[in-house]
Nanobody, 118 residues
Framework: QVHLVESGGGLVQAGESLTLSCAVS????????AAWYRQAPGSEREFLAA????????SYGDSVSGRFTISRDNAENKAFLQMNSLEPEDTAVYFCNVGRWSDDEEFWGQGTQVTVSS
């Protein structure tokens, strides 16, 4: 059974940083891409960042490009999202996604809350 567990969320002040982690089990993580999304109350789920299976290619959503960095450690079966210069608008539940998206195979974590106070 596949499990994705996010951690690292919490309450921070504007301008501070957080690093989210996603621990993956139940699949060969090095064969899957990883991505991060977020969802604020009343909003649709928003794409933030993705990284390919080897970690050699990344892409970012416009709202976080230059502030957030996605990475992965295949030996540890983990994906990460480094978030800098956080703003109140970044307040949301952050979700980890792992998948072979071209094959319509993907898995989601339960999410971790990030709250940024002004």
């Amino acid at each position: 059974q596949v499990h994705l567990v996010e951690s690292g969320g919490g309450l921070v002040q504007a301008g501070e940083s957080l690093t989210l982690s996603c621990a993956v089990s139940g699949l060969n993580f090095s064969n899957y891409g990883a991505a991060w999304y977020r969802q604020a109350p009343g909003s649709e789920r928003e794409f933030l960042a993705a990284i390919n299976y080897r970690g050699s290619s990344t892409s970012y959503g416009d709202s976080v490009s230059g502030r957030f960095t996605i990475s992965r450690d295949n030996a540890e079966n983990k994906a990460f999202l480094q978030m800098n210069s956080l703003e109140p608008e970044d307040t949301a539940v952050y979700f980890c996604n792992v998948g072979r998206w071209s094959d319509d195979e993907e898995f989601w974590g339960q999410g971790t809350q990030v709250t940024v106070s002004s």
